[in-house]
């Protein structure tokens, strides 16, 4: 059974404390990204691929095939896991190359603090329903707020 996480509000220095471990995690899962990316491509050439989320290894496929097959599962798992890791710190995920919200409070209202990957520091924020196409610079007078909540 998965229990649930507590509801974690960052403020900015929060955030920003924890983009040496986010750049370190995606760093990670970028490279198995694209180590993935090549065992499909080699899939592909077989005549085969990887289809939908939950990837298994095809007992009547030739063994190069389930060879390949069995390298994208290891590395699925090992995605995973860092997604899971991540999600764990607080932050939301949305996007596995390195997209996260921290969630904030700005004038009493909640935010989402928004960082990607390669960015030396959090330096946007949106509101909760406008996702990363509406992302805005951090104002000057934002005092944004955080603490763990259950």
Request: hydrophobic share 40%; glycine share 10%.
């Amino acid at each position: 059974m998965d229990v649930p996480l507590p509801t974690r509000f960052f403020s900015l220095r929060e955030a920003n404390a924890l983009l040496a471990t986010l750049q370190e995690e995606f760093g990670r899962a970028r490279d198995l990204r694209d180590e993935l990316m090549g065992v499909q491509q080699k899939l592909q050439e077989a005549g085969s691929g990887l289809e939908g989320p939950e990837v298994t290894i095809d007992p009547e496929a030739p063994l190069p095939v389930q060879r390949l097959q069995a390298r994208a599962v290891r590395i699925i798992g090992k995605l995973r896991e860092i997604l899971r890791d991540v999600a764990e710190l607080g932050v939301e995920v949305k996007a596995a190359d390195g997209l996260v919200d921290f969630r904030s409070k700005l004038h009493g209202r909640t935010v989402l603090l928004c960082w990607k990957y390669g960015e030396e520091r959090v330096a946007f924020f949106h509101e909760l329903d406008a996702g990363f196409a509406g992302r805005r610079p951090l104002p000057d007078d934002g005092d944004f707020v955080g603490d763990l909540i259950h």
